[in-house]
């Protein structure tokens, strides 16, 4: 399906009222990458794979769409054109990777639809049919600091030296490539603060952008982002932008995520997308994450009739979830959306 027929800023909500109120995102890439044997040890991180390996991507975007996922996120959020050019890639080249990675998801949502046509995908676990519901393909498009590879997507602080105009010129062509690229939207994530909020929300205008596009932004304390800039003061400047259909929170832990819906929806209407981490924290120096308070599958669902309560309507994992995680969400939704109907 396609919803580059309804107006950017109404995409989302008019998608929703086709899915029943509510859509399940996916979850974390790279850990799963791993899981099937790829290595990520590198600072394009998943994006490595869209050259190495990517029938390992295309694999698993067609298990979070068995485990019930309608929005399937590309393996683009590290993927930049000045991080391929790094690695002695031409501009062609890097601009033929970026929209790889949203083929590859696309020819995932092709492989699962013509699965469930053929009725071959039989889990017996899988109660309902959802084979005929509708999937969206999300180009991401990480934060500069994501690109950067040093942690600073998390901490938010890019230093004094970079400006709004850098960071509308690092973005700008990833982005218009991606528009281009057959996805349906764009993700915009693990957002550190609202100078690039506002970068991505200026560019948008300027490129006059036709998908329409969500920001979420993460918190480690569940009030600010990163940077401190407050999660209202961010949320509001997505709200402002007529390109963006949806806000919200990744790449965040769990605890922290009811509080924060509770903020944006004090700043805006749009549909609200969640996708938080396990809780594990993210060590920026030691490039890895530090096993603390993560949390088991059945305790992330165990949150999720508080999110929908709290106003979140689109519902994920970030890193260090699985498909497992996403079809215990998926089901935990399915019964919930069954009991109000
Ligand atoms: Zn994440």
């Given amino acids: 399906m396609s919803i580059a027929s309804v107006e950017p800023s109404w995409a989302i909500s008019d998608f929703l009222l086709k899915s029943g109120g509510y859509a399940v995102v996916d979850g974390g890439l790279a850990t799963e990458l791993e899981r099937h044997g790829a290595d990520l040890n590198d600072?394009?991180?998943?994006?490595?794979c869209l050259i190495s390996s990517p029938h390992l991507i295309r694999r698993v975007h067609l298990d979070y769409l068995e485990a019930g996922a309608s929005i399937i996120i590309s393996a683009s959020y590290q993927a930049t054109i000045q991080g391929f050019e790094a690695k002695g890639l031409s501009r062609d080249e890097a601009e033929v990777l970026l929209r790889r990675s949203v083929e590859v998801a696309c020819e995932a949502r092709d492989m699962y639809y013509?699965?469930?046509?053929?009725?071959?995908w039989d889990d017996p676990k899988n109660e309902v049919n959802l084979g005929q519901r509708p999937i969206l393909v999300a180009a991401s498009v990480g934060?500069?600091?994501?690109y950067l590879a040093d942690g600073?997507?998390?901490?938010?602080d890019y230093g004094k030296s970079v400006t709004l105009e850098i960071l509308k010129d690092f973005h700008r062509r990833r982005v218009q490539v991606l528009a281009d690229s057959g996805a349906d939207l764009i993700a915009f994530e693990t957002i550190p603060n609202k100078l690039e909020a506002k970068a991505y929300a200026e560019l948008l205008e300027e490129e006059?952008?036709?998908?329409?596009?969500?920001?979420?932004f993460n918190s480690k304390d569940g009030i600010n982002a990163p940077s401190g800039d407050s999660i209202s003061q961010c949320a509001s400047i997505a709200d402002s932008c007529g390109h963006v259909a949806a806000v919200g929170i990744n790449c965040t832990p769990p605890r922290y995520i009811h509080g924060l819906i509770q903020s944006i929806k004090k700043v805006t209407n749009k549909p609200i997308v969640v996708y938080p981490n396990s809780g594990e924290t993210y060590d920026g120096i030691q490039k890895k994450w530090v096993k603390s308070a993560?949390?088991?599958d059945e305790d992330f669902v165990s949150y999720v009739g508080e999110w929908l309560e709290a106003g979140a309507s689109l519902i994920g994992g970030c890193c260090r979830t699985t498909p497992n995680t996403i079809r215990a969400l998926s089901r935990t939704l399915l019964s919930k959306s069954a009991l109000s109907k």
């Fill in 43 to 48: 600072p394009l991180w998943s994006a490595k």
């Fill in 114 to 120: 013509e699965t469930c046509t053929k009725g071959s």
């Fill in 143 to 146: 934060s500069y600091g994501a």
């Fill in 152 to 156: 600073s997507e998390y901490s938010g």
């Fill in 208 to 216: 006059d952008i036709k998908i329409p596009a969500w920001f979420s």
């Fill in 294 to 296: 993560g949390v088991e």
